[in-house]
């Protein structure tokens, strides 16, 4: 059992850079596989980047691939998402998810989500 809460988003000039943290409170949060999904107006969840519970292995959607990096700081129980090089087309809600299923790219295989974080990258 987790509980997930994404802070950081906002607004931002193509080319900038923003940095999405996901803390999380729960008994076991090393031993949950991370990721994180976006979701545009109108469309469905989807699958930005997932973090390993050692931080070992890392994997990402091939939109953000060289742009965004997914960290974890399991003594802190956060997960981080650093997005450099923004695209308007990365406007979305960002969440943050936990899944016990592996290093999974579905949004239906992941058990517990944060409420989500605004990012707006203007043009």
């Known amino acids: 059992q987790v509980q997930l809460v994404e802070s950081g988003g906002g607004l931002v000039q193509a080319g900038g850079s923003l940095r999405l943290s996901c803390a999380a409170s729960g008994r076991r949060f090393s031993s949950y596989v991370m990721g994180w999904f976006r979701q545009a107006p109108g469309k469905m969840r989807e699958f930005v980047g997932v973090?390993?519970?050692?931080?070992?292995?890392?994997y990402y959607a091939d939109s953000v691939k060289g742009r965004f990096t997914i960290s974890r700081d399991n003594a802190k129980n956060t997960v981080d998402l650093q997005m450099n090089s923004l695209k308007p087309e990365d406007t979305a809600v960002y969440y943050c998810?936990?899944?016990?299923?592996?290093?999974?790219?579905?949004?239906?295989?992941?058990?517990?989500w944060g409420q989500g974080t605004q990012v707006t990258v203007s043009s």
């Open positions: 998810g936990a899944t016990t299923r592996g290093l999974v790219s579905s949004r239906l295989e992941y058990d517990y």
């Open positions: 973090i390993s519970w050692n931080g070992g292995s890392t």
